[in-house]
């Protein structure tokens, strides 16, 4: 059997899972207000948007899809994933730094 | 003979006997839920596919050898059928040169190596090697076989739309593969989203079963090297292929929504007006992203086949069976960071050329670790020379070449010579042709009887073999001089154009020798398409009149496969087995046979 | 011999069949998604500045689908817990809060995709001159330089002339906007061109620019998942609910794996609102 057994233990799951949709909601107001804000600089407007995408998006996966108290089977798989997830966007990324190859001529009809 | 201990009925046995009313024909054997009937639908249609595409390859080497001459036997059907365009006079055109070979490299991988190493050898005796009664999601398992024929038809359909085929390689770049007329790189990309839903159901089915259903005792380190190979394959095929499904998607995009995810700005492409922005290079970087991984999906599951069989065949426990699974993990771990060895020539910069580069000498070691272990394990056996272990033997010094010749590939600065070159085509050939598919032989000759209670006949699996080998060797082996004398490859014509005959005064050209290679290695090709004649008919022919089996372990091997009846009934083991050993326990001394099956206590 | 695990746990796993599967299959998913998100990062890093548009979407309706699909996200593991506690009523009302708030979104985005199809880009001949009507309500005439270009909703379409309700654009101040705040609040006006005038025009399709077809790429492929996820639940909700009284163990399971699809689907959108609505 999983982990909530008796109505005692679900009663404290869901108190959980209201909290957690309340900081969810406060996080997507929190993210456009956040975009309205007059900041300079393009790293630091990404590096704040993503910063609350990855808090809520934790909480969802950490609470609402149970994560947190998940099975080390799991784990391993999503490690591995992540791992190759962000070769690839790195990897990617890095490799196209220093070049132009997607403007072959500057005249745009 | 099954070895099940029956000191208590399976609880459920009763209300079991009801479930298993009689099924129709329809339902036993087209519409199946149990994975060996899954596994020999997979085999049989994939051996279809491998001989289709060899055909192919055949048509293309006429070209190659005898350029803008007719076709013998089959130029007017080609005519007929493909119309004056593609093989008029039944010459093959230029254009269906290009199609043929973006096919045959098309449907040799995905519809026929794949399929044939990981869903039809790893559906039919993974579950035996775990001791389980079926995969974790039958019905799944269907749906990935119905996946894999749709997305086979529409590739073959594809062949007699208005245009034809696709003709950008199976690689199918952009802008090329988005620029073409015609609706065959449409299909192309259609057929590759259902073969790579396929792949991924059946990674999810592999990769549940061996994490969930493994029998009692059965502890990882107890596992056959071919479930831990097919375990490790499942995780590439399920991680590795949403990038390129992601890349199809967004290549059907820009050819019929006419986006530009791949076509560069100032790009001039008729009938439609596109933004441009977009980048080339990203559709290589997203297809590499799989196509490396790809390439040991192609060699690990020929790797497990090929360790059962030498064991089995040698008498003895396989050398460095730990050493065996970490490199086997340790390789499927790096195939995720070396793609780029695939991009050398596109001006990536040397930083990222050195960080690939770098990746890819590492992953050398692991692979040479598992040959080694391969050919120690030999050291020593009692070796039984039948049809399996001749092709299993094969594969060893054939994947020890086209390993080794993978080298100069690997590096940045030889690479600049040999990308492209016929050079390439022999290394990854003699890697999956004597290589993983004469694993795959092995593994039909090996489980042939499991599967049918019969043996096929030794003296023509020899013939099968011998030809087989020899002429292999005499079609791969000249491709590395012609490449290395710089003859490119996806010539139609064979590289005329280039030879010095035809450039006099110009350095560089390719020699008469080189030039008469062409007419060698197409002679050894039809040589070789004869030589599958034998195994064809020794298939067939064997289930009913082949030579009967004395016992269900005709092999007198240890894995749980062997300790099934023959064929396995419906839930493979009437109790489930337990399992108090390793795999490969043969010849331990004391013991009164040879062999020590792993469910013996 | 029956498969075992399917409802019951694996003693050293300590995880049923369905479970594993679907992490793994969600493992997939998180690449076949990333891979788009590296192809959204590696076409906007590599567009020339100024040309990755910024103020397209509704911020808005964006926000308000964020809301419904984290509403939809509780509602369904609510209706995991009732079905924990046995309580069969409560399961099926937040289920079906769920599926509403499924098609609330797909509703909202058919109306988002909609109003792109529904916007133009007019490129009009050199030295056009336009009438403009502001919301004062007088007309002016103002004359266009070389490459004028019109933006915006159409409102007439007759044989000789449109009318849109938009903006004129101009391309040196949009080259200077790198923020989405920075988008200036241009008055909409309603515009009034002759056809003859007009070069060429083109909606904001996923052809128009690689912003738009990322945007209907991710968005697209999203909105699928949001439909097969809805159909696999709305199955177990309705067609399948009779294996509640039969295997009410399976049946739970069946919710928790399709739940944990759905929070999968939720995630994304997690991501896909700031990156694609706000940046």
């Known amino acids: 059997m999983s982990d909530h057994d008796n109505a005692h233990d679900i009663q404290k799951s869901v108190k959980r899972y209201l909290f957690v949709f309340y900081a969810l909601i406060a996080g997507t107001i929190l993210t456009v207000m956040a975009s309205r804000l007059p900041i300079e600089s393009v790293a630091v407007t990404v590096a704040i948007a993503l910063l609350i995408a990855c808090v809520k998006g934790f909480l969802v996966a950490g609470y609402f899809m149970h994560l947190i108290s998940e099975k080390k089977m799991i784990y391993g798989i999503l490690i591995a994933t992540v791992f190759f997830f962000a070769g690839l966007m790195f990897l990617t990324v890095w490799s196209m730094d220093h070049n132009s190859l997607i403007h072959m001529s500057t005249n745009v009809p | 003979m099954s070895t099940q201990a029956t000191t208590h009925a399976h609880p459920h046995a009763d209300a079991h006997a009801s479930d298993h009313h009689e099924l129709g024909f329809l339902q036993k054997y087209v519409f199946s839920t149990d994975h060996k009937i899954i596994g020999i639908q997979y085999g049989v249609t994939a051996l279809l596919f491998l001989l289709f595409g060899l055909g192919l390859m055949a048509m293309m080497r006429w070209s190659i050898a005898y350029p803008n001459q007719p076709l013998p036997l089959v130029g007017s059907l080609l005519e007929k059928l493909l119309g004056s365009n593609a093989a008029g006079h039944g010459i093959m055109s230029s254009t269906l040169y290009n199609s043929f070979g973006a096919m045959h490299g098309t449907i040799m991988v995905f519809l026929g190596i794949v399929p044939l190493a990981f869903a039809a050898f790893g559906n039919f005796v993974v579950p035996l090697q775990i001791g389980a009664p079926d995969m974790a999601f039958p019905r799944i398992n269907m749906a990935s076989y119905q996946s894999y024929v749709i997305g086979g038809l529409i590739m073959l359909i594809s062949f007699f739309i208005p245009g034809g085929a696709a003709q950008a390689g199976w690689t199918s770049y952009s802008p090329l593969a988005t620029s073409f007329p015609g609706n065959g790189q449409t299909f192309w990309i259609l057929g590759m989203v259902f073969l790579i839903t396929s792949s991924l159901l059946g990674a999810v089915n592999f990769l549940a079963t061996i994490i969930q259903l493994r029998a009692p005792g059965m502890t990882w380190m107890r596992l056959p090297f071919f479930v831990w190979a097919q375990f490790v394959t499942g995780f590439l095929l399920l991680l590795a292929f949403p990038p390129l499904e992601a890349a199809a998607i967004m290549q059907l995009m820009d050819k019929v929504a006419h986006t530009s995810f791949f076509l560069p700005t100032g790009l001039a492409v008729t009938g439609a007006h596109i933004s441009g922005g977009g980048s080339p290079l990203l559709w290589q970087h997203l297809f590499w992203f799989l196509g490396h991984p790809e390439v040991y999906v192609l060699i690990l599951p020929a790797m497990g086949i090929v360790c059962e069989i030498l064991a089995c065949n040698t008498r003895k426990p396989i050398w460095g069976y730990k050493s065996l699974v970490y490199s086997a993990l340790v390789i499927g771990f790096l195939s995720f960071i070396v793609w780029a060895h695939h991009m050398y020539l596109t001006g990536m910069g040397t930083r990222i050329s050195t960080f690939f580069q770098t990746t890819t000498m590492i992953i050398s070691i692991p692979s040479v670790i598992i040959l080694t272990c391969l050919f120690l394990s030999l050291w020593g056996g009692s070796i039984r020379f039948n049809t399996p272990m001749l092709f299993a033997l094969a594969f060893l010094p054939m994947f020890g070449i086209g390993g080794l010749t993978g080298l100069p590939l690997g590096f940045n600065f030889s690479d600049l010579h040999l990308h492209d070159t016929y050079y390439v085509i022999a290394h990854f050939h003699y890697v999956v042709a004597p290589g993983t598919i004469f694993a795959l032989f092995a593994g039909v000759y090996f489980w042939f009887p499991k599967a049918t209670g019969r043996y096929m006949s030794e003296f023509w699996g020899r013939v099968h073999f011998t030809c087989s080998f020899i002429f292999m060797n005499l079609v791969f082996m000249p491709m590395f001089a012609q490449g290395m004398a710089g003859m490119l490859r996806r010539m139609y014509d064979g590289g005329i154009n280039y030879s010095t005959a035809n450039t006099p005064g110009t350095i560089g050209g390719l020699s008469e020798g080189i030039m008469h290679l062409n007419v060698v290695v197409s002679t050894a090709v039809w040589c070789l398409g004869l030589s599958q004649i034998p195994f064809i008919i020794n298939f067939f022919w064997s289930i009913k009149h082949g030579k009967k089996i004395e016992s269900d372990n005709p092999w007198h091997a240890t894995t749980l496969d062997w300790q099934t009846p023959t064929p396995p009934p419906h839930g493979n083991f009437a109790k489930t087995p337990v399992v108090h050993r390793g795999p490969y326990e043969y010849s331990v001394p004391g013991h009164a046979t040879d062999f020590t099956p792993q469910n013996e206590a | ?279």
């Open chain 3, 1 to 279: 011999m029956d498969i075992p695990y399917t409802s019951t746990p694996r003693p050293d796993t300590g995880l049923f069949n369905a479970k594993v599967g679907i992490w793994l299959f969600l493992a997939s998913e998180v690449m076949l998604f990333g891979a788009l998100f590296s192809s959204y990062i590696l076409l906007r890093v590599g567009a020339a500045p100024g040309d990755w548009p910024h103020g397209l979407l509704n911020v808005w309706l964006g926000m308000t689908n964020t809301i419904v699909l984290i509403v939809s996200s509780i509602t369904v593991v609510m209706a995991w817990a009732s079905l924990k506690m046995k309580d069969f009523g409560r399961f099926r009302r937040y289920q079906s809060v769920t599926l509403v708030c499924a098609l609330c979104f797909l509703g909202i985005k058919s109306y988002e995709y909609h109003d792109k199809f529904t916007h133009y880009e007019v490129q009009l001949n050199d030295g056009v001159t336009v009438q403009v009507k502001d919301e004062s309500g007088a007309t002016k005439a103002v004359q266009l330089p070389t490459k004028g270009v019109l933006d915006g909703h159409i409102l007439e379409n007759d044989a000789d002339k449109m009318v849109i309700h938009g903006e004129i654009v101009d391309k040196a101040a949009q080259a200077q906007v790198t923020h989405a705040w920075q988008e200036s609040k241009i008055p909409e006006m309603e515009i009034t061109v002759k056809k003859a005038d007009v070069k060429y025009m083109e909606n904001y399709g996923p052809w128009h620019n690689t912003y738009t077809a990322i945007y209907f790429t991710l968005t697209g492929l999203h909105a699928l998942h949001v439909i097969g996820g809805s159909i696999v639940i709305f199955f177990i909700w309705g067609p399948l609910a009779g294996m509640w009284k039969t295997d009410p163990e399976r049946y739970t399971n069946r919710v928790e794996v399709s739940g944990l699809f759905w929070h999968f689907v939720d995630l994304v959108w997690i991501f896909l609102f700031p990156v694609l609505y706000l940046l």
